[in-house]
């Protein structure tokens, strides 16, 4: 086995003196050693490096974690990308750095590659990748891919520092959107800073490359991450910003920012502008041409998605009795690939019959959400359950709400 693949350095001084942050990190996430090394075995394969065992990770991971050795560059790398961590805030840097020679390296696959040698191609086979990793998002949510999916952001960042001409524009877009998947991920995982975070940075990207529709769906994102955080002044002015020209022939990407519009105007309880907003959004999705059905990335921009985000608007204004038969009205016909957000619909509307008094259809549909969410875990949905939970509770005597109350064991 090569010596790096041991997770050591050569020559390496002995008795390193490392901060346990590491073990931190891995704790904060709540992953067990073995959820680390799966991570560590998924970013290595999708960036085609080649790694140790598992055994041998076991054995490396506690070491790493003990200060009994310090991790190679390569793992380095693959922790960094994984955590959205530095060196320093993973324990990994000495206290005496200046006789170490342990500084950050270049990703290991850039290592002789000159300026303006980067093939427009590469960019390309990145966004087929990215399909693949949004499947997965939709069918499995964040957690299996925000750890590949930062390594692949990571060395796409050094790509475009490197691509001059035609192929900048080709990496630009590329980071651009694996930089809003990234915070798209970190939002579903209820980490509304790293959201920001990562937003912010495909934004400046987006501008950069003077794509008008990409960075209208960008500002839409910044819009849901400000709802999320309960800014409805600043989520009003990223609509607005996105229904700017960039969408003037994209309808899928006017409905969205629309539907983020309205749920602000219902923040602020102004009733009839939410109204007109969701009217617009609702025009907009089904006028969509099959022919030219608009970007591939709001391509999960369904009737049935804008049907759901009117009746969230609808709660929040207190009409829980048309917003639970708005949500009936989609949830079964929602798309097979979208289940993540299927779990999220049906999540809302066991809480819109909670609303409304039917306690136990409100338990049957919440046993639904729970088994989606089971397969497909979002924080969002998690959080909607945590409040069915609450609202069902006053009539814990019953069958139905003890059945629940079963099928969200070790998952709220």
């Known amino acids: 086995m090569a010596w790096w693949m041991l997770g050591l350095r050569k020559q390496q001084p002995q008795g390193p003196t490392m901060a346990r942050t590491l073990q931190e990190a891995r704790q904060a996430r709540g992953w067990s050693q073995d959820r680390l090394i799966s991570a560590l075995e998924s970013s290595a394969s999708a960036r085609g490096i080649d790694i140790a065992n598992r055994a041998s990770l076991k054995v490396m991971v506690s070491r790493w974690e003990n200060q009994k050795a310090l991790p190679h560059p390569i793992y380095r790398q693959l922790l960094r990308a994984i955590f959205a961590l530095s060196d320093e805030q993973l324990g990994f840097v000495r206290r005496a750095p200046s006789q170490s020679g342990l500084g950050d390296e270049p990703l290991p696959q850039l290592v002789g590659i000159q300026v303006g040698a980067v093939d427009a191609d590469v960019a390309k086979r990145y966004l087929v990748m990215l399909r693949e990793y949004c499947r997965l998002d939709s069918t499995m949510g964040p957690k299996y891919v925000i750890g590949p999916l930062l390594a692949e952001l990571q060395a796409l960042e050094n790509l475009c520092a490197l691509a001059r001409g ?10 651009a959107r694996y930089a809003e998947l990234a915070g798209w991920l970190y939002q579903d995982c209820g980490d509304i800073e790293g959201a920001a975070r990562w937003t912010r940075q495909a934004l400046e990207y987006a501008e950069e490359l003077d794509d008008a529709q990409l960075k209208s769906y960008v500002l839409m994102r910044l819009s849901g991450i400000a709802l999320d955080s309960g800014d409805a002044a600043k989520a009003l002015r990223a609509a607005n910003a996105a229904l700017g020209s960039g969408v003037r022939r994209a309808p899928t990407l006017s409905a969205l920012a629309l539907r983020q519009k309205a ?45 759901m985000e009117a009746a969230h608007s609808w709660m929040r204004l207190g009409w829980a009795e048309d917003a639970a038969a708005r949500y009936a009205s989609c949830v079964d016909s929602w798309p097979s690939d979208q289940r993540r957000d299927q779990g999220l619909c049906l999540s809302r509307l066991a809480v819109a019959y909670a609303a409304v008094g039917r306690v136990e259809d409100a338990c049957a549909v919440g046993r639904r959400a729970a088994a989606t969410a089971r397969m497909a875990p979002s924080a969002r949905t998690l959080g909607v359950l945590r409040t069915l939970g609450a609202c069902v509770s006053p009539s814990r005597r019953i069958g139905a709400v003890r059945d629940l109350r079963e099928s969200l064991t070790g998952l709220v």
Do not use: M
């Open 166 to 175: 035609p192929a900048r524009s080709e990496f630009l877009f590329a980071a």
């Open 263 to 307: 749920y602000a105007h219902a923040l602020f309880g102004e009733v009839d502008a939410c109204r007109s907003s969701l009217e617009l959004a609702e025009d907009q999705v089904v006028s969509v041409d099959p022919t030219e059905p608009g970007p591939g990335y709001a391509a999960y921009c369904t009737p049935e998605y804008i049907a």
